[in-house]
């Protein structure tokens, strides 16, 4: 069974980090595109970040600077580092997977196996 699992959310004042996990079961991460994204209720679901197969990876231009993904082959689990949080940043963010394609849309959409997301809270 393919399974993506989300962890590393919480609260954190404006100017902090976190660091979020997607770790896979069931299937190498290696071998696909893995994209970060969130959501807030109310609102359409958004790209934050992926990372492809050859490891090449794209943001979209409100976290540029400010977060990093990344990948651990040998813990099969990909990362996103948050750094200088803002309120703006809040949201439930998933972590889902596609069979690789490339950077093109990598932060649209194709992607079929997701997490269950975990909460971020920017707030002071």
């Known amino acids: 069974q393919l399974q993506l699992v989300e962890s590393g959310g919480g609260l954190v004042q404006p100017g902090g980090s976190l660091r979020l996990s997607c770790a896979a079961s069931?299937?190498?991460?290696?071998?696909?595109?893995i994209g970060w994204f969130r959501q807030v209720p109310g609102k359409e679901r958004e790209g934050v970040s992926c990372?492809?197969?050859?490891?090449?990876?794209k943001y979209r231009d409100s976290v540029k600077g400010r977060f990093t993904i990344s990948r651990d082959n040998a813990k099969n689990t990909v990362y996103l580092q948050m750094n200088s949080l803002k309120p703006e940043d809040t949201a439930v963010y998933y972590c889902a997977a596609r069979v690789a394609y490339g950077l093109e849309y990598c932060l649209d959409y194709g992607y079929g196996v997701w997490g269950q997301g975990t909460q971020v809270t920017v707030s002071s």
């Open positions: 069931g299937f190498t991460l290696d071998y696909y595109d």
């Open positions: 990372i492809i197969r050859g490891g090449s990876t």
